[in-house]
């Protein structure tokens, strides 16, 4: 089997590997670059427990070659936290009780995260057409979907901070 060097950068640090031409982001991901909160549930794009920010686009990880992925930048679930704290999507998820097991919890919170940066104020039919493609064995996304709605609370602009960009 072929081997390719390639040059990621993951959650802001960078990576040069030799990666098989036919492994997945995913496996580079979890056994070689040690991200283990990027799930292979189904190895298929059917559950997104994989998915992850790829140049700022969410994708399942188990559809994309790690050779694809040369030159870019990848966001996973570990990603998300900033000096040690919880992202508020992190936070939320745990306050509104929106995991069970935590197997597809990563692949939620990376569909939840792209939604909010382009849709601030969700309602709840953009949460659940956000993530169709992550699928939940153990809750009912009742939860899951207050812990986004929970998160887009959390993450609105303060009232001060509106009130600085009026005043600007």
């Known amino acids: ?3 390719h060097k390639i040059e990621l950068t993951v959650n802001g640090t960078e990576h040069e590997l030799e990666v098989r031409s036919n492994e997945l982001l995913a496996h580079t991901l979890r ?15 059917i559950c997104g427990a994989c998915s992850v920010s790829l140049n700022g686009d ?7 070659l790690a050779v694809q992925a040369d030159g870019t930048a990848v966001r996973t679930v570990e990603g998300m936290c900033e000096d040690h704290e919880l992202h508020p999507i992190q936070q939320a998820f745990t306050e509104e009780h929106g995991l069970q097991c ?10 939840a995260a792209s939604l909010l940066e382009t849709t601030p104020d969700p309602d709840e039919a953009e949460i659940e057409h956000a993530l169709e493609g992550n699928l939940c064995r153990c809750t009912g996304y009742q939860n899951i979907v207050k812990a986004v709605q929970s ?18």
């Open 58 to 64: 969410v994708v399942k990880s188990c559809t994309v």
């Open 1 to 3: 089997m072929s081997t």
């Open 31 to 45: 056994d070689t670059l040690g991200y283990t909160g990027t799930n292979v549930g189904c190895e298929s794009s």
């Open 151 to 168: 998160a887009a609370e959390k993450m609105a602009p303060s009232e001060s901070t509106l009130e600085e960009h009026r005043e600007e």
């Open 102 to 111: 935590g197997y597809c919890t990563p692949g939620m919170m990376m569909s």
